[in-house]
């Protein structure tokens, strides 16, 4: 096993470590509560990593896609659990991307109250973002008004988290680059040269900046909607292309947006932009274009109702101090932006 990086995530009481490195989850056993006598193993079907808790272990799947993460889900859960008789000193493990940790989390902090659970991130998006920092949660279905992506769900701090870089040798294209989406835009939030690291170095400096952030803010105040850097044109193309762009490609476009926006109010010059480019397309080679044909307007309208704008529309921005909130950008400077971006590809 090459040598492991620990990054610790400072939250007083609720502080945990996160193993990255090539056969990390070999050291799964040493991040369970020693409280723990049963582990509920929550994963996907075709998830190909193999962990040992060191304790016996019931392994639950889950279905694979979006349509899967929603509260019957959290409910067979919870029922798999009684029937196993995991009380309240045992441990959930969450084993796969995003969407089973967001699930496996979520189902930890309501059974019994809220038990333990420890992440065992398979991809790279869960490693340098899903998995840590203690966001869980799961969609409500409903397309008038009564639904939404991640609407219901908990604040829970795993007690341990394992990236272990052998799952990236499988991963499919996509979420590779589903991971670079959320990589990228790290790259803007402090001043390292993310590029000159490598693969290792460069992960586990990411979940340090996470950790950080979360360290700052843990229930998103403030500071941590930094890591929305990207998100708001992002989250409104997802649903513009009926999610046909996965979020990481659509945060990726969103991240390069965010560099027009800036330059159009003054924020930023050219060569920053240029910068916004040369990661996004150039390192991670990424789509940095709008979709073809995609309606000004109705991305306009999709960002208005961004869960970061309570009272206006709202941007994570680039600009002379660094990355932060700006609130009140006016529409016409939303569109001129787009309009740049999309005059930028002819
Ligand atoms: N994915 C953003 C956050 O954890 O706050």
Redesign the pocket.
């Known amino acids: 096993m090459s040598e492991l990086r620990t990054v610790r995530v400072p939250l007083a009481e609720r502080s945990y470590d996160v193993l990255v490195g090539h056969g990390a989850r070999h050291e799964l056993a040493s991040l369970i509560p020693s409280s723990a006598r049963r582990a509920a193993v929550i994963t996907q079907p075709g998830i190909p990593v193999e962990i040992d808790a060191g304790i016996p272990t019931d392994v639950f799947q889950i279905g694979t896609g979006e349509d899967h993460k929603h509260l019957g889900t959290i409910e067979s859960l919870c029922r798999s659990f009684a029937r196993v008789g995991l009380t309240r000193n045992d441990v959930v493990i969450g084993l796969g991307g995003g969407m089973v940790t967001d699930v496996a989390g979520f189902a930890a902090s309501v059974w019994h109250r809220g038990i333990p659970v420890v992440h065992v991130a398979t991809t790279l998006l869960g490693m340098v973002?899903?998995a840590?920092?203690?966001?869980t949660g799961v969609n409500l279905s409903g397309s008038s008004g009564d639904g939404g992506k991640n609407l219901v769900g908990a604040f829970w701090q795993p007690s341990g988290v394992i990236c272990d870089l052998d799952a990236l040798a499988t991963l499919p294209p996509r979420e590779r680059r589903c991971g670079y989406g959320?990589m990228a835009k790290y790259h803007f939030l402090t001043g390292d040269d993310l590029l000159a690291m490598d693969e290792t170095e460069r992960i586990a400096r990411c979940v340090e900046i996470?950790a950080d952030?979360?360290a700052s803010d843990e229930r998103?105040g403030g500071r941590?909607?930094l890591?929305?850097y990207g998100?708001t044109l992002g989250h409104a193309l997802e649903i513009e292309t009926g999610h046909e762009m996965a979020h990481g490609e659509a945060v990726a476009v969103g991240l390069v947006y965010a560099a027009h926006l800036a330059r159009v109010l003054g924020r930023i010059d050219d060569e920053r932009v240029q910068q916004h480019l040369d990661v996004v397309g150039g390192a991670y080679e990424l789509e940095t274009s709008l979709p073809d044909g995609v309606d000004h307007t109705r991305l306009l309208s999709l960002m208005s109702r961004d869960k970061k704008a309570l009272t206006s529309l709202t941007f994570v921005l680039d600009g002379p101090s660094g990355v932060e909130v700006v609130p009140d950008v006016s529409a016409e400077s939303v569109l001129t932006a787009l309009d740049a971006m999309a005059a930028s590809r002819r």
């Open positions: 973002d899903a840590i920092g203690g966001k959320e996470k952030v979360v998103e941590r909607a890591l929305n998100h």
